[in-house]
């Protein structure tokens, strides 16, 4: 069981950066792997990036790859989204993740947090 806070959203030109936070709270203290997903009205949720618990492997949507980058902080129980040269197509209420395995998502979501990208 975990429960997940985001942070860090906001409204943000086209090229600009923001970084997305994942405060995670656990009474087992589970060793989790997180995830990020995204979803627009109308549209699926959709894969963004993942990261396995030690911080060793990652996985990326094609489409955010080279501008994304996903860490994590396990002593601060926190997972990390840093987004650079965002474009439209990004705006989208991110959503944080955790229990996935690669790019398939696990059982246990955040509220989700605003990412609007646009001039």
């Known amino acids: 069981q975990v429960q997940l806070v985001e942070s860090g959203g906001g409204m943000v030109q086209p090229g600009g950066s923001l970084r997305l936070s994942c405060a995670a709270s656990s009474r087992t203290g589970s060793r989790y792997a997180m995830g990020w997903f995204r979803q627009t009205p109308g549209k699926e949720r959709e894969f963004v990036a993942s990261?396995?618990?030690?911080?060793?492997?990652?996985y990326y949507a094609d489409s955010v790859k080279g501008r994304f980058t996903i860490s994590r902080d396990n002593a601060k129980n926190t997972v990390y989204l840093q987004m650079s040269s965002l474009k439209p197509e990004d705006t989208a209420v991110y959503y944080c993740?955790?229990?996935?395995?690669?790019?398939?998502?696990?059982?246990?979501w955040g509220q989700g947090t605003q990412v609007t990208v646009s001039s």
């Open positions: 993740n955790a229990g996935g395995l690669g790019y398939i998502q696990g059982d246990y």
């Open positions: 990261i396995s618990w030690t911080g060793g492997t990652t």
